[in-house]
C-alpha cells in the first residue's frame, strides 16, 4: 500500500504539460486523449519512422471522430496543434506528467524510466501504462527522491474510446499524487479506478482467466470461436467476444501476459496448447496477420 503523503505538490499544475514516450498504438492514443482536453502534449519514440506513423494514424483517428460526430473540426484541429513530436527527451524537461507506454518488457521499462529521470523535472510525475508488471518493481529504476511521484495509469484499447484507466500507486507513491492524478483523468474525460499494487493488477486477472478459458472452449470442441464470441455479447453483454479481442491486440501479447501471470499466480493462468501453437505458427492478429476470425 501507499505510504502516508510526505510530499505535497510544489504547483497545482493548472495547466499541466504532458509527455508520452512511445509512439505505438496504446501511447499515441493517450497523446491525443490529453490534446483533445486542451492540454500541450509532446510524444516521442525512438525512430522518426515510429513517430511519422503515430501522427499519421493519429490523423486518421480525428478525421473519423469528426465524420461520426464524436467532436468537432475545431476540436480536431486545435488537437493537432497541441500534439508535438519529438526525438529530443530533453524536451520533456518542461513536462509535469509523462506516461511511460513502450513494449512490455521490464528491461525496456526500466530504461526509459531511467532516461525520464534525467531529463524530466524534479516535480514532475511519471506514470507507467504497465499493464502487468508491479509498480513497486518498476520503481526500482528511479532514483529514490522519485519514487513517491511515480505510480502506475494502465489505459485500455482503444484508449480514445474506453473511458477505464487503472491508478495502481506502488510502496512509495505519495497519496497527495494519487489524488492529482485521479483529478487530471477525469478531467480529460477518463474513469480512474484505484487497484492495488499487484501483478496484472485487476482487469487483466480477470480478462486473461476468461480468455484462457474461451480457448479451452475451442480445444475441447465445445463452440467455434463465432459463436462463443455471439454468447459474450448477446448473453453477458460484452461489447467484443474474447476472440474478436485478441485478434485487436494479437494472440502474441495475451501469450507474453499469460507468462508474466503464471510466473505471478502459477498454473491457473498458463496459456493453453492451441494458443500457443497459433502464435507460434503465425496466426497472431493484428493488423496484417491472420486471427481467429479469418483463419481461412
Not at 469528426?66 to 467532436?71: D, K, L, N, Q
Not at 468537432?72 to 519529438?86: H, W
Not at 474478436?244 to 493453453?272: H, K, W
Request: hydrophobic residues 45%; contains cysteine.
Amino acid at each position: 500500500m501507499p505510504k502516508e503523503s510526505s510530499t505535497a505538490m510544489s504547483q497545482p499544475f493548472a495547466e499541466p504539460k504532458i509527455g508520452v514516450v512511445g509512439a505505438g498504438l496504446m501511447g499515441a492514443e493517450i497523446a491525443l486523449v490529453f490534446a483533445l482536453a486542451g492540454l500541450d502534449v509532446l510524444l516521442t519514440d525512438s525512430n522518426q519512422a515510429a513517430l511519422d506513423a503515430a501522427v499519421a494514424r493519429l490523423g486518421s483517428v480525428l478525421g473519423r471522430g469528426v465524420a461520426r460526430g464524436h467532436f468537432s473540426e475545431e476540436q480536431r484541429a486545435a488537437a493537432s496543434e497541441r500534439l508535438r513530436a519529438t526525438l529530443d527527451l530533453t524536451d520533456f524537461a518542461d513536462r509535469d506528467l509523462v506516461t511511460e507506454a513502450v513494449f512490455e518488457s521490464l528491461d525496456v521499462k526500466s530504461r526509459v524510466l531511467a532516461s525520464l529521470s534525467e531529463a524530466c523535472p524534479a516535480t514532475c510525475v511519471i506514470a507507467s501504462n504497465t499493464s502487468t508488471f508491479p509498480i513497486s518493481t518498476l520503481s526500482a529504476a528511479l532514483p529514490a527522491e522519485r519514487r513517491p511521484r511515480f505510480l502506475g495509469t494502465h489505459y485500455f484499447s482503444p484508449v480514445s474510446r474506453m473511458p477505464l484507466v487503472e491508478v495502481v500507486p506502488g510502496f512509495d507513491t505519495d497519496p497527495e499524487i494519487v489524488a492529482w492524478t485521479q483529478a487530471l483523468l477525469a478531467r480529460v474525460g477518463k474513469q480512474p479506478i484505484a487497484v492495488r499494487d499487484v501483478t496484472g493488477f485487476a482487469v487483466n486477472r480477470m480478462l486473461h482467466a476468461m480468455l484462457i478459458e474461451a480457448v479451452r472452449l475451442v480445444e475441447e470442441g465445445v463452440a467455434t470461436p463465432e459463436d462463443l464470441d455471439t454468447a459474450c455479447r448477446l448473453g453477458l453483454g460484452h461489447p467484443i467476444g474474447p476472440f474478436a479481442l485478441m485478434d485487436n491486440v494479437t494472440s502474441s501479447l495475451c501469450v507474453q501476459v499469460q507468462q508474466i501471470l503464471q510466473d505471478s499466480y502459477g498454473e491457473r493462468f498458463r496459456s493453453p496448447p492451441l494458443l500457443k501453437q497459433r502464435v507460434a505458427a503465425g496466426y497472431v492478429g493484428g493488423r496484417d496477420k491472420p486471427g481467429w476470425l479469418d483463419r481461412n
